[in-house]
């Protein structure tokens, strides 16, 4: 279920990206977030991605409808992950995780927002 959330990030509800997803049956509804928008820096995209054309600067971005009244972002549901993976490897270990190490591509620098909501940076 959270292995195309992080395709969500910085992301509008406008996007291809976002349209693409709810194709494959996201299991959850996509909603737009009034009070975020697409910065106008980033365009809602990485530099050099076409993307950035497409969705528009200004337009809301896509949250994940879990309830009526819950809605995440999805920096939250990845954050939720590593605190999860976090979990799991230390209970693997039988030892405490202080450090990790994440590669992350370039278009995917959102995700170290992600790395410090969740206490892992």
Same mark, same amino acid.
């Given at each position: 279920?959270?292995?195309? =959330?992080?395709?969500?990030?910085? !992301?509008?509800?406008?996007?291809?990206?976002?349209?693409?997803l709810k194709r494959?049956?996201?299991p959850f509804e996509? &909603?737009p977030v009034p009070?975020?928008?697409?910065?106008?820096?980033?365009?809602?995209?990485?530099?050099?991605? +076409?993307?950035?054309?497409?969705?528009?600067?200004?337009?809301? /971005? &896509?949250?994940?409808?879990?309830?009526?009244?819950?809605?995440? *972002?999805?920096?939250?549901?990845?954050? /939720?992950?590593? *605190? @999860?993976? !976090?979990?799991? %490897?230390? %209970? +693997?270990? +039988?030892?405490?995780?202080? +450090?990790? &190490?994440? =590669? &992350?591509?370039? %278009?995917?620098?959102?995700?170290? %927002?992600?790395? @410090?909501?969740?206490?892992?940076?």
């Amino acid at each position: 279920m959270y292995a195309f =959330t992080h395709t969500l990030l910085g !992301k509008s509800i406008d996007s291809p990206s976002v349209e693409a997803l709810k194709r494959l049956h996201y299991p959850f509804e996509l &909603v737009p977030v009034p009070s975020r928008s697409v910065p106008a820096a980033e365009g809602g995209a990485a530099a050099g991605d +076409d993307e950035a054309a497409v969705a528009g600067v200004g337009s809301p /971005m &896509v949250g994940i409808k879990h309830s009526a009244d819950l809605t995440f *972002q999805p920096e939250d549901l990845v954050a /939720m992950s590593f *605190q @999860h993976i !976090k979990k799991i %490897a230390e %209970a +693997d270990s +039988d030892a405490p995780v202080k +450090d990790c &190490v994440i =590669t &992350v591509r370039r %278009a995917c620098v959102h995700l170290i %927002a992600c790395l @410090h909501s969740a206490n892992l940076m």
